[in-house]
């Protein structure tokens, strides 16, 4: 399934890419990027290599189309049983390893004429114990001699989970974690898939108030309704411990005021962000961030930014169950507890200078490479695992990126 | 009664957000950047979006690491140059 899917999107990204070659008005662009996630800090620890690639060709005027491909290469190690009672002193030392890949593919069609388009896609993903799919749908329109952006989207997503089939009258605080993904997906194993249903709205105006200024409002709000709990995961209720267990609903809200502006005598650009978000569960949480974009030589672009975020806890998140129960629901899910996360970073993009033809190696129009890094902290003060406080607190993350315009 | 209460309010919501927009329709018909004026709203790092894949990404990451997500932008920024 995982072959014939990426099978699929790179018959049509090849499709398109020969389209874009051998048409005299289409023109072609490939990407890659490819991003090291490495969380570390004790017995814990967590690493994800996405690797990605994506092409995407004007047929015409007016049509354009995308493909694209993506991995998430996961290992680490995890606590499966959050605060179950040890006699190390370290209650992580029970810590689980886990190794899986996520596959996804997407397919993107564009229509457009001057100021208005719409664009529907497609994305289907794919690993050992988690499918997905979703339709999504994003209609713009620029008005005021394209000085104000509209934009609105819809995506509609289809997800699976794999668990341990539970008898259907058992307890939740019974029910058993997932020891692992064998025999999911396969008929007559004693696991089931779960369903998650997922809708996503938003709407976006970009605005240019002067030659220097301009700011972008973002409304979002997405519904899921579904299996939300690690299946993996289970929780110390005092007795025993049973397989997490969250509300099978969560509306969530969030608006986001984006601000750029150009300092004219540094010729570059500072870029501002702040982001309010709400949630059922109770999560409330604010972003800012504040970020500066300089020039440095000719094609040469350093940005450095910091990112500040904090967050509630969910109204059911408890330290522990077995002394501060919260009803019905229970969660050993870290990012559910109030925590903030600090983040630095840089960023340096080179547009490869062009020959005396306008020509990069002598066949592309234009190259672009761009290298990331980002170093994030996180502090959690109300989770501990037993009486030990989360050691992998710390993560860099490492993008690398190229673009060819042929 | 906490129907009827939560009815006022969605309408006083729903009041303010329709004079909000007809406000920002009125203000931003008057603002007008001609596209002469437009070439540092063209810089690169002056357009929302442009960052592309690397902030897919990034977001990717967030999602994964943090409990909120959404309103992560859209492509655009009133250089006319998409």
Known sequence: MQLRTFGIALTFLLTALSVSGGGARADGVVSTTNTIFEEYGGPLHMSVITPGVDARADMGDHVNIAAGYEADIVSGASVAIVDAPSSAPDAISGATSLRDTRHVAHAHLTLRDETTSLRAGYVYGTEHDYRSQAFDLTARTELYERNTILEVSYARGFDSVCDISHPRDQDVVEHRRLPSSEGCFVDGSDRVARDVSLQSFQGAWSQAWTSLFSTQLVLSTQIIDGFQSNPYRAVWLGRSAAQENHPEVRARYAAALNLRFWIKPLRGALQASVRGYRDTWDIRSVTAELAYDQSIAAGLRLRVRGRWYTQTAAAFFSDDYSRMPRGQYFTGDRELSAMRTLTLGARLAWSVPTNDEGEVLGFLDSMDLVAKGDYLTFTFDGFHYGSAAIPNRHAIVGTFGLEAVF | ?82
């Open chain 2, 1 to 82: 009664m906490l129907v009827l209460r939560s009815s006022s309010k969605t309408r006083a919501g729903l009041s303010l957000l329709l004079s909000l927009a007809l406000a920002c329709g009125t203000l931003t018909g008057c603002v007008t950047v001609r596209p002469e004026d437009k070439e540092f709203l063209a810089e690169p790092s002056m357009i929302y979006g442009s960052e592309g894949a690397t902030a897919g990404h990034e977001d990717h990451v967030l999602a994964n690491r943090e409990g909120s997500a959404g309103a992560s932008g859209a492509a655009g920024g009133g250089c006319g140059c998409n």
